[in-house]
């Protein structure tokens, strides 16, 4: 029983981050890149402000519930919960470094903005962001339907 309370722990906390990547790919880029400067960087504030507070909890509750959840199930393996926590593990780890060295010091210059004092490339920096951010889509939305397969079709 305590295999899989930790297994829905890591699912939801993982769902909570991938849920981040589907609503770009559905809405928030497509928003963004109709947004003027002004509009876009005091979203961008907004948004990393909010998300610097609140979203790290999350993070490191993935990072660590996933971390455990490999631990436990490391005695099988073989076993496809084993394979498929490992794969969603390195992948959130990937998704944490490029948020840390990508998207984290993208945000930082733009935070640096004001709505009337900003570069004359600020779209460049828009599209640095997003394109960093694909990257990290690619690692999360992988290693959350590695995970979620491990927990439907593991046995």
Known sequence: MTD??????ALLAYSIIVSQSFMYIL???????????????????LIDTSMRSNFKYVVYTALLTN???????????ESLIFISATVAFIALVADTIITVKGNLPVN?????????HYPKNWTDYRLKWLRIFQYRQIANITGFLFLLAGAIFSK
């Open 108 to 116: 930082d210059i733009i935070n640096s903005w004001s709505r009337d």
């Open 4 to 9: 899989k309370i930790i297994l829905f722990s």
């Open 67 to 77: 971390l455990i959840l490999v631990i436990v199930t490391s005695k099988h393996p």
């Open 27 to 45: 809405a928030l880029r497509t928003a963004q890149l109709n947004l003027e400067a002004h509009s876009y960087i005091e979203l961008r504030k």
